[in-house]
């Protein structure tokens, strides 16, 4: 019975752990409710009234969730400094309460310090963020002069409730956080190789599903190991333990990608290069090859289920012996001497599952988890040898600063543009919120403040309102239903505003438009509470709302603006640079070439394309009526994110020269990479210049290099060297494909 509850709770905590990668949702929604249901307990002990309580609500949210450095001092220290932020905010807005044109003018000045304050890092960014929605608590709840006292009191528990639930209750460390990571990223692979079983046994009818699921699995997967690499150096003791994390899991997560290409390709006619689908509607890879019932396919299913039990075993637990033998299995399968018979599709399949087999191994290595050696056969020996001398190397590298880069400056800083945007936006808001009411005016300067929060476009800013507004609707249709409901019991209503505090927060990196739901139905609530709830005040806040986000997208139309198509090419140019830089530095420690920070430089071109993904939302929005142009951005991120597989392999397998005797470099490869970073260059040089003539070049497919020699038949090249030209040939196809969407010449045919 305890091993079945025990087995039950492990796969609800695995389930939780892989839908909130490190409970980074979880503690902020924790951490924020429980600050305001700490400091309603003890306003309550206190007897303060209501408009006191909202008063500490809101100000207990926002000194929690302002805050977002990651080491607990610097916490400490902002958050200290955010009381007497707080303080005078909260004064100033009491004193100018009366004085309808001087209050305006310091709103829209604050708004300014508020923005312009972000280019100082994260504690300027909170104390910005507490000056302005104190600011805000104070409109809301009517501030005057004679109730500053009690309002310093509210304020003053309401920032010690916050340090102590942060502290104290809702305790997170850096180490804690990365640990947390590190299991999701273990669910996560766990739940990629069951996705790819099923993409094995899939039929005809089934197979855009699970193909479907292969390709989330690989995104999730994706997605967890660059929140992994944002907190490494935090998480870890030292920087030679975070660049062996870092390499571990970049390399466990590159064997399993390559391990569901060669699913795919074991399914198809032909080889795969990407899960990728380049145009919606594109064919699915399909053929008969498989699912069939022969020797080597079930021993293919009976090994993948295999290496998912060996991803998920946690160490220490009973049946070790058989988890090793399982290990010592799935690890022979990297000498081609324990291949089974069978095509040579179906061997690269059993190959990638050695590879994603060492990959968890070293994984485990690095993490320091305890091994047992002892029924260790020749093939896993070899393998703990090779990871002990990769340990060794990385922890003998000196990491060199990077080069500074250079800021813009005046205007073009991105944080004052920002400043000045908001702050014309704000002033609009307070104009035309002022003939939709005397009272409530604000609603539009929030919606206004928050639609330009963690956007760098025009675009960006109205797909962001657009979402708001709909959140909005939404959540007065839900403050409507619930106000009827609670009526005068004060703390159901107080109760139900702590759920949604809890769901606004758990959900806010998931949808913006649920936040916006959630919010504004905690809204109603507090509108119940302060006795000023009607139909018509939800109806105006859904007023004020889409004059704030017009009002938002106005000035970031008219004031400096950031076009998205300006803002999308030089994030493309960033993203294409980095390609080159990864290319060519992996590449030319192949053939024989300096050692280079390889792993770094992958990251960085995954982030670069991170952030051009986000940039083009805009663009491939569902309710964008450009479909072509939609179809277009879809087309390059999608080639792009197959650019940056192969990019990251080709930077993986280049590790790995200095440390295997098996991997010899080969000058010859230097020369197969020249016409990529070429034609890299040629698209960059078109991307920033229309006007540009450079051209990309064509000839002969590096596949041609792969031909086997005419006499003997064998390959020309070890296998490694294979796969580094695959790579290559891949990379150089999907670089030429995007020449065509972007404009850039292509060559005049030959005759």
């Known amino acids: 019975m305890r091993a079945a509850e025990g087995s039950v709770w492990a796969r609800l905590r695995d389930r939780i752990s892989a839908s909130d990668p490190g409970l980074l949702r979880l503690a902020a929604g924790s951490r924020t409710a429980g600050s305001i249901a700490l400091t309603l307990f003890v306003l309550a002990v206190l007897r303060a009234p209501v408009p006191h309580l909202v008063a500490g609500a809101i100000a207990s949210m926002v000194a929690t969730f302002a805050i977002r450095e990651k080491q607990r001092p610097q916490q400490a220290v902002t958050l200290a400094l955010g009381l007497p932020v707080a303080l005078a905010s909260v004064s100033l807005a009491a004193l100018l309460n009366a004085r309808v044109v001087a209050g305006d003018v310091f709103f829209v000045v604050l708004i300014f310090c508020a923005v312009y304050g972000r280019r100082f890092g994260d504690r300027g960014n909170a104390l910005g963020l ?41 305790h997170e460390t850096p180490a804690g956080i990365l640990q947390r990571l590190r299991d999701a990223f273990r669910v996560r692979l766990a739940q990629l190789v069951s996705a790819q079983l099923e993409l094995l046994d899939a039929g005809p009818e089934d197979v855009d599903g699970a193909l479907d699921a292969v390709r989330e699995g690989t995104a999730r997967l994706h997605e967890t190991a660059m929140m ?70 079930e021993t293919l299913r009976r090994d993948l289920g295999a290496l998912r039990m060996l991803v998920l075993r946690p160490v220490g637990e009973g049946g070790g012996t058989s988890v090793s033998h399982l290990r010592n299995r799935l690890l022979g399968y990297r000498d081609e001497e324990n291949l089974p018979p069978a095509s040579s599709a179906v061997q690269d399949v059993f190959r990638g599952i050695g590879e994603a087999a060492r990959a968890v191994l ?10 047992d050696e ?3 056969t020749p093939a896993t020996t070899r393998s703990r040898e090779e990871l002990d001398a990769e340990n060794a190397a990385i922890e003998a590298v000196e990491a060199g600063e990077p080069a500074p880069e250079q800021p813009p400056t005046g205007l073009r800083r991105p944080t004052t543009r920002a400043a000045v945007q908001v702050a014309t936006g704000s002033a609009l808001a307070i104009v035309g919120g002022e003939f939709l009411s005397t009272q409530r005016w604000y609603w539009a300067v929030l919606t206004c403040w928050i639609v330009f929060i963690n956007t760098s476009s025009t675009g960006e800013i109205l797909v962001k ?36 505090v809890f769901a606004m927060f758990y959900t806010a990196p998931l949808s ?21 709830y009607s139909l018509s005040v939800l109806l105006l806040r859904v007023e004020e709302t889409a004059l704030g986000a017009a009002c938002g997208v ?69 309710v964008t009526p450009l479909r072509a142009r939609r179809n277009t951005a879809q087309y390059v991120v999608a080639l792009l994110e197959t650019c940056a597989y192969h990019a990251r392999s080709l930077a993986a397998t280049a590790e790995l020269l200095p440390t295997h005797p098996s991997i010899a470099a080969d000058p010859r490869l230097r020369q197969a990479c020249g016409r990529i970073t070429h034609n890299i260059a040629a698209i960059t040089a078109h991307v920033t210049d229309e006007h540009a003539t450079a051209a990309i070049e064509t000839g002969p497919s590096i596949a041609s290099l792969l031909a086997p020699d005419a006499v003997s038949g064998a390959s020309r090249y070890g296998r490694v060297t294979d796969r580094v030209l695959r790579h290559l040939q891949r990379l150089d196809e999907a670089v030429a494909g995007l020449a065509r969407p972007l404009g850039v010449p292509l060559p005049p045919p030959k005759r």
């Open 130 to 170: 507490i000056g302005f929605q104190v600011y805000f608590m104070s409109l809301f709840v009517g501030a005057t002069g004679r109730a500053l006292p009690g309002l310093y009191g509210v304020l003053t528990i309401a920032f010690a409730c916050s340090a102590f639930v942060r502290f104290v209750v809702v």
């Open 228 to 297: 992994i690499q944002g907190r490494l150096e935090e998480g870890t003791s030292n920087e030679a333990v975070a660049r062996l994390v870092q390499r571990r899991i970049a390399d466990a997560e590159i064997a399993a990608e390559r391990l569901g290409l060669l699913l795919l390709s074991a399914r198809s006619a032909e080889r795969t290069n990407t899960l990728t689908l380049h145009l919606p509607g594109a064919p699915v890879p399909s053929g008969s090859r498989l699912p069939v019932r022969d020797e080597a396919t």
């Open 362 to 371: 070293g994984l485990r290595l690095a993490l320091d988890e305890p091994q």
């Open 374 to 376: 002892s029924d260790d």
């Open 465 to 500: 309102g657009y979402r708001r507004l709909l959140g909005t609707v939404l959540g007065v249709v839900a403050g409507i239903v619930l106000a009827g409901l609670v009526g005068p019991h004060t703390w159901t209503a107080l109760a139900l505003v702590l759920v949604f």
């Open 512 to 532: 913006y438009t649920l936040m916006s739901f959630f919010v504004t139905a905690a809204l109603g609530l507090l509108y119940t509470l302060l006795h000023t």
């Open 554 to 622: 106005i000035a970031a139309a008219v004031v400096l603006p950031v076009h998205t198509d300006r803002r999308t090419n030089e994030l493309l140019v960033t993203v294409l640079e980095r390609l080159s830089d990864v290319t060519g530095a992996a590449v030319g420690q192949l053939s024989g070439g300096d050692e280079a920070d390889l792993l770094d430089q992958a990251r960085d071109l995954d982030q670069a394309l991170a952030d051009l993904r986000a940039a083009t939302q805009p663009l491939t929005h569902p």
